[in-house]
């Protein structure tokens, strides 16, 4: 038999295959919207360097002590850190979480950003990454997440699993990885890969080690014998 260097290389999965694969492999939940647009918003701040299981605490915290966002602005620092701990990077946090909140009440006097809904969708991203600290993953995960808009979130799991799929060149920088990949989905499909590169990310497709023994994905995977 040769030797796959010496077969013509196999067509790169698309899209829309892999999402069918990995639906199969692990099964995905509906998407439903998550939370009010802000929440999500403050929470995806506080998730940063961060476990889900400690930035729900700190969120918990925050919201328990502090039961309107102009309350979060009514206190000194300290007592945002205070609140928001459990999360880590508390003084940090607590910083820039109040610079937010201050640019949202300017923009948004009454914490709606339910506008963000009916905007063209470059225009909600540009409106959200102009906030203070917000980049791209932040923004696409409050118009995925809350919005249901078409915006991919690239975090680490997507950005690896999609580099060794060949769906973006290995040295682009992440936050030119959300437009390259957005263009290759369909809209419907944003939520599906999103969802799915992770928990292939998560479960198979390790940093370190990954199992491409087994991995559906493996007949048409340029990294194989690479890693
Ligand atoms: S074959 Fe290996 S490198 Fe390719 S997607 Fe599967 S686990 Fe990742």
């Given at each position: 038999?040769?030797?796959?260097?010496?077969t013509?290389?196999?067509?790169?999965?698309?899209?829309?295959?892999?999402?069918?694969?990995?639906?199969?492999?692990?099964?995905?939940?509906p998407?439903?919207?998550s939370?009010?647009?802000?929440?999500?918003?403050?929470l995806t701040?506080?998730?940063?360097?961060?476990s889900?299981?400690?930035?729900?605490?700190?969120m918990?915290r925050?919201?328990?002590?502090?039961?309107?966002w102009?309350?979060?602005l009514?206190?000194?620092?300290?007592?945002v850190?205070?609140a928001?701990?459990p999360?880590g990077?508390?003084?940090?946090?607590?910083?820039?979480?109040q610079?937010?909140?201050?640019?949202?009440?300017?923009?948004?006097p009454?914490w709606?950003?339910?506008?963000?809904?009916?905007?063209?969708?470059?225009d909600?991203?540009?409106?959200?990454?102009?906030?203070?600290g917000v980049?791209?993953?932040?923004a696409?995960c409050?118009?995925?997440?809350?919005?249901e808009?078409?915006?991919?979130?690239?975090?680490?799991?997507?950005?690896?699993?999609?580099?060794?799929?060949?769906l973006?060149?290995?040295?682009?920088?992440a936050?030119?990885?959300?437009?390259?990949?957005?263009?290759?989905?369909?809209p419907?499909?944003?939520?599906?890969?999103?969802?799915d590169l992770?928990?292939?990310?998560?479960r198979?497709?390790?940093?370190?080690?990954?199992l491409?023994e087994?991995?559906?994905?493996?007949?048409?995977?340029?990294?194989?014998?690479?890693?």
């Open positions: 038999m040769p030797s796959r260097s010496s013509a290389r196999p067509p790169l999965w698309a899209p829309v295959e892999i999402i069918a694969l990995l639906d199969d492999r692990y099964g995905r939940a998407q439903r919207a939370h009010d647009p802000l929440f999500e918003l403050v701040l506080l998730s940063q360097h961060t889900d299981h400690n930035s729900g605490q700190a918990h925050l919201v328990e002590r502090f039961p309107h102009d309350d979060v009514a206190v000194p620092v300290s007592e850190e205070d928001i701990r999360g990077l508390a003084p940090t946090k607590s910083k820039r979480l610079e937010l909140l201050a640019e949202v009440r300017r923009r948004a009454d709606d950003l339910e506008h963000l809904r009916a905007l063209p969708l470059d909600a991203k540009t409106w959200l990454t102009s906030l203070p980049g791209p993953k932040t696409a409050v118009l995925l997440f809350a919005l808009r078409p915006a991919l979130p690239v975090d680490t799991h997507v950005e690896r699993v999609s580099k060794r799929l060949g973006v060149p290995p040295k682009m920088p936050d030119k990885a959300h437009a390259a990949l957005e263009a290759q989905l369909e419907g499909d944003v939520y599906a890969f999103h969802v992770i928990q292939h990310g998560r198979t497709c390790h940093a370190r080690k990954p491409c087994g991995c559906v994905l493996e007949p048409r995977c340029p990294r194989v014998g690479v890693l």
